[in-house]
């Protein structure tokens, strides 16, 4: 069993800056990826950054969703992902998740964290 943690969500004025965290624990054989998501009320769960750890056919490295580049950074440390996140806008606001998808002791698949809400208002 893997369980995800995420932290750092918060109320920010437009403009300013966040940083979420999530760690994975548990048991982990083969880590492929670990991605953030976003979702608002009434619309679907959105992919806004991966960092692929190069152990699939995807190179190695951080993708973004066109909507968050330039402002959002994603980066991980083992089995740790960070999202810095800055000029942030209202359209920001939404539960972020932290997904990883790996191999462990219940094969292939992909786990999620319990959400962080982040609020971007004045």
């Known amino acids: 069993q893997v369980h995800l943690v995420e932290s750092g969500g918060g109320l920010v004025q437009p403009g300013g800056s966040l940083r979420l965290s999530c760690v994975a624990s548990?048991?982990?054989?083969?880590?492929?990826?670990m991605s953030w998501y976003r979702q608002v009320p009434g619309k679907q769960r959105e992919l806004i950054a991966v960092?692929?750890?190069?152990?699939?056919?995807?190179?190695?490295g951080a993708n973004y969703a066109d909507s968050v580049k330039g402002r959002f950074t994603v980066t991980r440390d083992n089995t740790q992902v960070y999202l810095q996140m800055t000029n942030l806008k209202p359209e920001d606001t939404g539960v972020y998740y932290c997904?990883?998808?790996?191999?462990?002791?219940?094969?292939?698949?992909?786990?999620w964290g319990q959400g962080t809400q982040v609020t971007v208002s004045s």
């Open positions: 997904n990883a998808a790996l191999r462990g002791s219940e094969g292939v698949r992909d786990y």
């Open positions: 548990g048991t982990i054989y083969v880590l492929y990826s």
């Open positions: 960092h692929n750890t190069g152990g699939t056919a995807v190179p190695a």
